[in-house]
């Protein structure tokens, strides 16, 4: 399943940020975990970002997510430079 929601700033308590996309949830069941799902449901999700006009994607997850950060950097995302409570902020554009 993935979720995602409008970006909004001030943490996302602030006003939606216009193009802009938060990737909420991602979550595959671990039993089928290295079979590429992740990747397709994050290039859908990607698809459909742009579909509705976003032009930019951002997530946040653990610094010791491994298979999550092989993932988002497979598909073209970066750190931002912003971390906190050993999570640190991922984005690219669309
Ligand atoms: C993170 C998660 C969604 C990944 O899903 P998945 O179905 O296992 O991912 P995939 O099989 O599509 O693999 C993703 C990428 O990692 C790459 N990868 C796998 N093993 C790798 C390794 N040892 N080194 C480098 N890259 C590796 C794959 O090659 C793939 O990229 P590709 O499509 O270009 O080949 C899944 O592990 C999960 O649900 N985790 C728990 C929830 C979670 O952490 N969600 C993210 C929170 S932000």
Not at 32 to 48: C, M, S
Not at 62 to 84: H, I, K, M, P, V
Request: charged share 25%.
């Amino acid at each position: 399943m993935a979720l995602v929601s409008p970006l909004r700033g001030i943490g996302g308590a602030g006003p939606a940020i216009p193009g802009g996309a938060f990737l909420n949830l991602l979550y595959v069941l671990p039993e089928r975990w290295g079979e590429g799902i992740g990747g397709r449901l994050l290039d859908e999700v990607l698809a459909e970002a742009r579909r509705r006009g976003c032009t930019r994607i951002v997530l946040w997850t653990d610094e010791d997510n491994e298979r999550s950060q092989w993932l988002y950097a497979s598909r073209g995302f970066a750190r931002t430079g912003r971390a906190g409570d050993d999570a640190a902020e991922w984005a690219r554009k669309l």
